[in-house]
Nanobody, 125 residues
Framework: QVQLVESGGGLVQAGGSLRLSCTASGFPFGLYAMGWFRQAPGKEREGVSCINWSGVSDYADSVKGRFTISRDNAKNTMYLQMNSLKPEDTALYYC???????????????????WGQGTQVTVSS
């Protein structure tokens, strides 16, 4: 059974940093792409970043140059380092499991499953 648990969210001032973690269990983590998504109140869930099984990553244009995704397969954990945070980054952040042994990842919601509960990120201006 796929289980994903996000942590690391919080309240931060604009320009600050946070590091989110996603700890996985119930499947061979190192074989799967993983993704970060976010959902702000009244908006649809959107893709933020993804990383494939070998470490190749992709980012939404809105976070390129500010966010860095990484994974530690030995710890079954994925991370999202978020720097230069903006008020528009405020959202509930989710992690999810993507396709197995995918060549290059995409943040298309339909490709992901096993959604975690989310961790709230609030950026004050």
């Amino acid at each position: 059974q796929v289980q994903l648990v996000e942590s690391g969210g919080g309240l931060v001032q604009a320009g600050g940093s946070l590091r989110l973690s996603c700890t996985a269990s119930g499947f061979p983590f190192g074989l799967y792409a993983m993704g970060w998504f976010r959902q702000a109140p009244g908006k649809e869930r959107e893709g933020v970043s993804c990383i494939n099984w070998s470490g190749v990553s992709d980012y939404a244009d809105s976070v390129k140059g500010r966010f860095t995704i990484s994974r530690d397969n030995a710890k079954n954990t994925m991370y999202l380092q978020m720097n230069s945070l903006k008020p528009e980054d405020t959202a509930l952040y989710y992690c999810a499991r993507g396709p197995r042994l995918q060549g290059s990842c995409r943040t298309e919601k339909y490709e992901y499953s096993g959604w975690g509960q989310g961790t709230q990120v609030t950026v004050s201006s």
